[in-house]
């Protein structure tokens, strides 16, 4: 099992940034992919975004590229989610899963997987985020 721990949630301004942390189990980051999810409000949680996924490695929803970004840190095995252009339908708990990178399909088919969250079977605690208009 992959423990996960999430946090570097907040209340920032919108246009702000701020970068999410999810430290992960060292012993078993190389096999896993790390995917980052939010749920607001009434919604259903939702996949934004996945490292160690893919060919390309990397793999963003519409609605984040190019205003959020996944990296990772290998010695430190913590991923981060860099998120920028901050904008009020951004709020949301945020949360880092991971899943072995072999049973997952390819990214652009997991990203429209109805209810993707099923897929990860580790997850971290969720870190709030809100951002004021």
């Known amino acids: 099992e992959v423990q996960l721990q999430a946090s570097g949630g907040g209340l920032v301004q919108a246009g702000g940034s701020l970068r999410l942390s999810c430290v992960t189990s060292?012993?078993?980051?190389?096999?896993?992919?790390i995917a980052w999810f939010r749920q607001a409000p009434g919604k259903e949680r939702e996949g934004i975004a996945c490292i160690r996924c893919g060919d390309q490695g990397v793999y963003y929803k519409d609605i984040v590229q190019g205003r959020f970004t996944t990296s990772s840190d290998n010695a430190e095995a913590t991923v981060y989610l860099q998120m920028n252009s901050l904008k009020p339908d951004d709020t949301a708990v945020y949360y880092c899963?991971?899943?072995?990178?072999?049973?997952?399909?390819?990214?652009?088919?997991?990203?429209?997987?109805?209810?993707?969250?099923?897929?990860?079977?580790?997850w971290g605690q969720g870190t709030q985020l809100t951002v004021s208009s």
């Open positions: 899963a991971a899943a072995e990178k072999r049973s997952l399909p390819t990214p652009r088919l997991l990203f429209n997987i109805p209810n993707m969250a099923r897929l990860f079977d580790s």
């Open positions: 060292t012993a078993t980051f190389d096999h896993y992919t």
